[in-house]
């Protein structure tokens, strides 16, 4: 098999999204639809991949630029067949030309890799509808050979009743492609150049037609206003589901579970509901994610156990970590294995060494922490002075006692004791106790204000 063409029709308006964003940047499982359909395509090793996009649409283009792929502007629309039109000075000859579309985001490698073994001539990608509604039909010979597609608004009561329709999705070899777009006239209800003639004219010549139905129909789902978008993304969040528990993964509810990336699990993995994936994320053997929990880009190794309503952006995590509730790691933070972070703790391009717990209320920023260190509650690394950042530096076996200030640079030695309520902002030094604190008066017989009468 020769390296295909792929043409992605993105022309489109999107009028019914009312968006001031083209249709094919509004995103399913946090991926824009018109990537979807690149990232397929690029899965078939194709050696040319066009883009057609719409006036108004150079955001398309923008945004896909680490696609090696063409994008030509269609200007004005006159239809599907003059789309593909736009696309001809691209294409290579000696292969066959693959037409997807950029609102179609699901289709499925497996798929337009059967339509590639289905034979020479042309494919088309056809499905059954109970109701074909608003799709050309698939209007076959007695034989039950292809003779021509028919749209809704030319076909007849007779056609109109068929239940076959063309998903859009085609294989035609190039040259032949080329030949009949150029011979496509627009005589027809809605006055387009339908790239749906291409059919007939193959039939003449004596070009096999050949159909190939998807596995599943969603693969072929068209998305045209933001019912269907939230629709399709629930169909694709319960097939993600569907694959992790066939895996072995606990989901409380599948239905309250959304992947916007990829999701890796090991063995006895159990996920709460309203749990959020994002980007890369990889938990390890015996995780349990809480309730709303966000977890995005970042790996989570065997055992560790996250409370509900945590979450972590681009950070690593050990084995047997307890994290949260109400937790939150931000990009670059590393916890060793047996690490705590409990609730109300923000951590931040950090490290917290083996073992080692801040189990409320404090923030750690650009702080190295050591193993088997206590930080105290509302403890607060204060790592900015409105212009530089600075590091912390906390050595093994420190305790820091409760309402600590850590001003950065500031190193907190081996075994050290900070003393509660402590502002530091020299070295405290290896095993001594360190603390800044005036010391505690009473003021006896002191009395509180009172009211003062009116
Ligand atoms: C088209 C097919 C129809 C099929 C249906 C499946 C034709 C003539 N008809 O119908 O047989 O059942 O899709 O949904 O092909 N587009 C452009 N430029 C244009 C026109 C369309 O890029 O000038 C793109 C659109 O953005 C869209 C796709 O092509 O992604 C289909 O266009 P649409 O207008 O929805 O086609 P239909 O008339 O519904
Ligand atoms: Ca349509």
Request: hydrophobic share 35%; glycine share 10%; aromatic share 4%.
């Amino acid at each position: 098999m020769s390296p295909l063409n792929i043409v992605i029709l993105a022309a489109g308006k999107g009028t019914r999204m009312y968006s001031d964003k083209p249709k094919v940047l509004h995103a399913l499982a946090g991926k824009v639809l018109v990537q979807h359909v690149l990232d397929c395509a690029v899965s078939l090793q194709p050696q040319q991949v066009c883009v057609v996009y719409g006036h108004g649409g150079e955001a398309v283009p923008q945004s896909m630029q680490q696609y090696d792929a063409k994008f030509v502007i269609q200007e004005p629309q006159l239809g599907t067949g003059h789309a593909v039109q736009q696309a001809l000075p691209h294409l290579k000859d000696d292969t066959s030309t693959l037409v997807l579309y950029g609102d179609v985001p699901l289709i499925q490698h497996s798929t337009l890799h059967q339509m590639q073994q289905a034979g020479d001539g042309l494919v088309l990608l056809t499905v059954n509808l109970d109701n074909p509604t608003g799709y050309g039909r698939i209007v076959r010979n007695a034989d039950g050979d292809v003779q021509c597609i028919v749209e809704q608004k030319d076909a007849n009561a007779e056609q109109l009743q068929i239940k076959e329709v063309n998903t859009g999705i085609l294989l035609a070899p190039t040259e032949k492609l080329r030949a009949w777009l150029g011979k496509l006239g627009n005589d027809n209800a809605q006055g387009e150049y339908y790239l749906t003639d291409i059919v007939a004219m193959a039939v003449r010549q004596g070009v096999a037609v050949h159909t190939v139905q998807p596995a599943q129909h969603w693969e072929v789902e068209g998305i045209n206003n933001k019912i269907q978008l939230a629709t399709l993304e629930r169909v694709w969040q319960q097939e993600v589901a569907g694959k992790l528990m066939m895996q072995g993964v606990t989901l409380a509810d599948p239905a309250r579970l959304d992947v916007r990336g990829e999701l890796t699990c090991g063995r006895d993995v159990d996920i709460d509901v309203g749990c959020i994936f994002e980007g890369e994320v990889i938990l390890g053997d015996r995780v349990r994610v809480g309730a709303y929990s966000v977890i995005r880009n970042a790996s989570i190794a065997q055992g560790t156990q996250i409370a509900p309503y945590s979450h972590i952006d681009a950070s690593e995590v050990g084995a047997n970590c307890h994290i949260g509730p109400y937790a939150r790691l931000r990009p670059g933070s590393k916890l060793h294995d047996d690490a705590h972070v409990g609730n109300f703790v923000e951590i931040k391009n950090s490290e917290i060494g083996q073992g080692s717990k801040a189990n409320h209320l404090s923030y750690i920023g650009d702080s190295t922490v050591g193993s088997r260190v206590n930080i105290g509650a509302g403890t607060i690394t204060c790592n900015y002075d409105g212009a530089n950042k600075f590091r912390t530096v906390i050595e093994d076996d420190a305790f820091i006692g409760s309402d600590t200030q850590l001003v950065a640079p500031v190193k907190v030695g081996k075994g050290a004791t900070i003393g509660a309520g402590s502002t530091i902002t020299k070295d405290a030094p290896a095993g001594e106790l360190t603390l800044s604190r005036s010391k505690q008066t009473t003021i006896p017989g002191w009395q509180r204000p009172v009211k003062g009468k009116k």
